[in-house]
């Protein structure tokens, strides 16, 4: 495969500057080692390609006060290779296989700053927001809506559960609850993310000097499954983090305490119809992991540089 990249970029001044870029990326091709693959007619999934542009401006004021970078992008992929649910609600099988959706589309915003009212405090902020979509067609519905999906003969609907009746041979099947989605929302994309964190150094005598900062941390909801099951959602959360430390004046030693997640606030980073126990009559049962942000916990770290 050939891949590059071409940018260009200006400089008004010292201060502030424009570029702009596009990217061609390419992932290789895949196969399906999940259980329950064929491994005697192995299906290949076929090499994933992405356009990517980006144009943005990044400067400072002159007094150096207020720094700042703004940009915005756009990835346009092809066949994109997602993790999909083919598990036949009628036999039992659980299966989820790799696949390569028809389309996907990331596009959005971005504006990262750092404020400095004086040599003692500093604050960063940033805030993004990114519409990503996807296009694939025979994906599982969800399974709390299976049992109300329609059997058709053709004009298939999008964005809905259905089952298609197709005859030949004058065989006539009637497939599982399928559907085909249009710009549904990419899993594990969440629409806005948002940080902010202070810091504030002060002066301990002539010998040491100390810190205390801050941040917060939001992010909006996620959905984690391509299928866009309802019970597979991240709903929004923020977390806040603080620390406080000490450090001599030549910066060689420092010490300081922290506190991770200080509300305690509890989300996943992954929800799943994993479950055996999970059918269409008992949709509920989901299973979800989580890392050790989840919980609040405190620490402390010691430096020395050489």
């Known amino acids: 495969a050939v891949t590059g990249k071409v940018g260009l970029q200006y400089e008004f001044d010292r201060n502030l500057q424009m570029y702009a870029t596009y990217t061609n990326g390419y992932k290789g091709l895949g196969y399906d080692t999940e259980p329950g693959a064929n491994f005697a007619q192995q299906r290949i999934l076929a090499p994933e390609r992405v356009n990517a542009y980006e144009v943005g401006i990044k400067g400072r004021t002159l007094n150096g006060m207020l720094s700042y970078a703004l940009s915005a992008y756009r990835s346009d992929y092809s066949n994109l290779q997602v993790q999909a649910n083919r598990s036949d609600p009628v036999t039992g099988v659980v299966q989820f296989v790799p696949t390569n959706a028809g389309s996907s589309r990331a596009q959005g915003v971005e504006l990262e700053t750092t404020l400095r009212p004086s040599d003692k405090l500093s604050i960063q902020a940033s805030v993004s927001y990114t519409d990503s979509t996807v296009s694939i ?31 030949v041979n004058g065989v006539t099947t009637v497939s599982n609850p399928r559907q085909d989605l249009r710009n549904a929302t990419l899993p594990s994309s969440p629409k806005w993310r948002i940080s902010f964190a202070p810091r504030q150094d002060f002066d301990i005598g002539s010998n040491y000097g100390g810190f205390l900062q801050f941040s917060v941390n939001y992010q909006s909801r996620q959905q984690f499954a391509i299928e866009q099951d309802p019970l597979l959602v991240q709903k929004a959360y923020a977390m806040v983090d603080g620390s406080i430390g000490i450090y001599t004046v030549d910066k060689r030693y420092n010490f300081s305490v922290f506190v991770k997640n200080l509300f305690d606030q509890n989300y996943y980073s992954a929800v799943a119809h994993n479950s055996l126990l999970a059918t269409a009559a008992n949709p509920n049962d989901v299973i979800a992991t989580f890392n050790r942000d989840a919980d609040r916990y405190f620490g402390a770290t010691f430096g020395v540089r050489f």
Request: with cysteine; charged share 15%; hydrophobic share 30%.
């Open 137 to 167: 067609d025979g994906l599982n519905c969800p399974l709390q809506f299976q049992a109300a999906a329609p059997t058709l003969d053709g004009n298939f609907p999008i964005n809905s559960c259905y089952r298609a009746r197709t005859t």
